[in-house]
């Protein structure tokens, strides 16, 4: 199974202005020199605190960043760094996006059917009668009734809007869809319904997905590899299995403990750790590892010299210097599906 999506020094500036007249311009990295990729048809999870630059990362490998980026990213071997004009187009089709909120991202006053038609209008050239098709089609993917094609957004319930948000994403027929918190606004039971939505839709049309999330229940049953971001950085990234059956950065530990409803033998088994402090301001960031104020196991050495991703056996990757890179890692590499949410 190839890499659909490759990202190498990704990162993404904003400048900063200081209040007051003739204030100074500072320069806020919300993401630093990021590599990773994403195999064809399977879901990366980004994850990590609020601040810690997962939203930026995946709106950058959309070209949908408001700041400056540098670095590389491939789709399809494609660089889409460098897109312009037409090539974005083809860009857009290729990537869409379902957004966190769907009570604020579907415009109200447009019927359901214009809004799943809306890309179909901007991005392609197909006549009225294939967008018709088109849009009856991914309504009845995603579990919508015809007759409710008329009505607007304020006339369907959260878990609703959110089908419809995700049947609009699906018009272009893409090959990626970045998932931006897509559940956090949605009551549990709903949740679950569209979380075996979304991987039933990824069987159905081979989706590849990139899935914001600081839930890490959610992800558990949804990813197939995690990539733990802190303050713009990624400082570990593990297929599913070996992340949450042996993480090994101290931050990763720490976000596993704080869910009561993952791996309750994993925090019997004394991996539970408790974070302490604030996350350093970005930009006023420490020497050393940005992690290590708030780390308990930290050493001097932490507070010195920033830890390089490195690799472990069985590809895990970690950003610290307390972790040993031996044969005594997982050998895990490849997770196996993840089970039905009840």
Same mark, same amino acid.
């Given at each position: ?77 494609? %660089?889409? =760094?460098?897109?312009?004009?037409? &090539? ?10 379902? $957004?966190? #909120? !769907? ?63 995700i049947a609009r994403a699906l018009s272009t027929q893409p090959e990626v869809i970045i998932c931006d918190e897509p559940v956090s606004a949605l009551d549990v039971a709903v949740q679950a319904q ?29 990813? %197939?590899? =995690?990539?733990?971001?802190?303050? &713009? ?10 992340? $949450?059956? #042996? !993480? ?48 308990p196991l930290a050493e001097p050495r932490c507070f010195e010299t920033e830890p390089p991703l490195r690799v472990r056996v069985g590809g895990h990757r970690v950003a610290c210097h307390l972790v ?19």
């Open positions: 199974m190839n890499d659909l999506i490759e990202v190498r020094d990704l990162s993404v500036h904003f400048e900063i202005r200081a209040k007051g007249i003739g204030g100074a311009r500072r320069n806020l990295t919300a993401v630093d020199d990021v590599s990773l990729t994403a195999k064809r048809g399977q879901t990366l999870a980004i994850v990590g605190e609020s601040g810690s630059g997962k939203t930026t990362l995946a709106l950058a490998i959309a070209r949908l960043a408001s700041g400056k980026t540098t670095g590389e990213v491939r789709i399809d071997g494609k %660089d889409v =760094v460098s897109l312009t004009d037409g &090539g974005l187009d083809w860009m857009r089709r290729k990537v869409q996006v379902i $957004f966190q #909120d !769907p009570f604020s991202s579907l415009n109200p006053r447009q019927r359901a059917e214009d809004i799943v038609r809306e890309p179909l209008d901007n991005l392609t050239t197909k006549t009225k009668a294939e967008k018709a098709e088109i849009v009856d089609r991914f309504f009845n993917a995603v579990g919508l009734r015809p007759e409710q094609k008329r009505l607007f957004p304020h006339q369907f319930s959260g878990g609703q809007r959110q089908r419809i948000g569209i979380i075996n939505l979304l991987r039933r839709l990824q069987d159905e049309f081979g989706l590849t997905y990139l899935f914001i999330s600081h839930d890490l229940g959610v992800v558990q049953h949804m990813c %197939d590899s =995690v990539a733990v971001m802190y303050m &713009g950085k990624i400082v570990e990234h593990a297929d599913r299995l070996q992340l $949450f059956n #042996d !993480p090994q950065h101290p931050y990763t530990r720490a976000l596993i403990s704080a869910v009561p409803a993952v791996d309750p033998d994993l925090r019997n088994r004394g991996q539970k750790l408790a974070l302490v402090g604030d996350p350093p301001n970005l930009l006023n960031l420490p020497k050393g590892c940005r992690f290590a104020s708030r780390c040993d890179l031996g044969p005594e890692a997982s050998a895990e590499a490849v997770s196996p599906s993840a089970p039905e949410f009840p």
